[in-house]
């Protein structure tokens, strides 16, 4: 099986912009989930999405958003990006009690 | 609330030498508990996990952790220590109802020559 792929791997933004990131779960995988990992802060978890409905969430501010699709690909979107946002985002696909987790997305806000 | 504590930020050991590297958890609930293996520029990697079976818990590349409920420890032991286990390990709790992990912050584990 194909594992989690996440695109783009590497993303370059101003303050202010808004960006997507998107990842694809592996086959059959309904889960997906998302973490922000930085230096200061670790990993965090941003929200979980099962069968298109937000199942849970993290402790961020509105302008972390996401969303899944019928065919359980994720995208999460920040909007009005801050400094502190630079961070790699993981994105993480899950059954029986088993995260699988993507390479991530490198996200450098200037 | 659920929380993760890896008690060491960095471990150093010989190659050949044991590992062991230390968490502890607090929750309300008995959580599933995780390890996982990251290396430079990589994703996160399941080295074992925890779902209230045995208590000791084998996983990849010789690797085990031993869940102590009255420590509330996880703790994830190797007998001897390869270069290509140096890495960042980070320890994850889990409650039911969803995929949502708390990780500890992480112990970078060198291990030299």
């Known amino acids: 099986k194909a594992g989690v792929t996440q695109t783009p791997r590497y993303l370059i933004k101003t303050r202010g912009q808004q960006v997507t990131l998107s990842c694809s779960p592996i086959?059959?995988?309904?889960?997906v989930s998302w973490y922000q990992q930085t230096p200061g802060q670790g990993l965090q978890f941003l929200f979980e999405y099962f069968s298109e409905t937000q199942r849970n969430k993290g402790n961020f501010p509105g302008r972390f958003s996401g969303r899944q699709f019928s065919n359980s690909r994720s995208e999460m979107n920040v909007s009005t990006l801050e400094l502190g946002d630079s961070a790699l985002y993981l994105c993480?696909?899950?059954?029986?009690?088993?995260?699988?987790f993507g390479p991530g997305t490198r996200l450098t806000v200037l | 609330a659920q929380s993760v504590t890896q008690l060491d930020s960095h471990v150093s050991v010989s190659e050949g030498t044991p590992v062991l590297l230390r968490c502890n958890y607090s929750?309300?609930?008995?959580?599933?508990l995780f390890w996982y293996v990251q290396h430079p520029n990589k994703g996160l990697q399941l080295l074992l996990k925890?779902?209230?079976?045995?208590?000791l818990v084998k996983g990849i590349n010789g690797f085990e952790a031993e869940f102590k409920k009255s420590e509330t420890s996880f703790h994830l032991t190797k007998p001897s220590a390869h270069m290509s286990d140096a890495a960042e390990y980070f320890c994850g709790a889990s409650n039911t109802g969803g995929f949502k992990t708390i990780f500890g912050a992480g112990t970078r584990l060198f291990v030299k020559a």
């Open positions: 086959s059959g995988h309904r889960s």
């Open positions: 925890y779902t209230s079976a045995a208590t």
């Open positions: 929750s309300s609930y008995s959580p599933s």
């Open positions: 993480a696909s899950s059954s029986n009690n088993e995260q699988f």
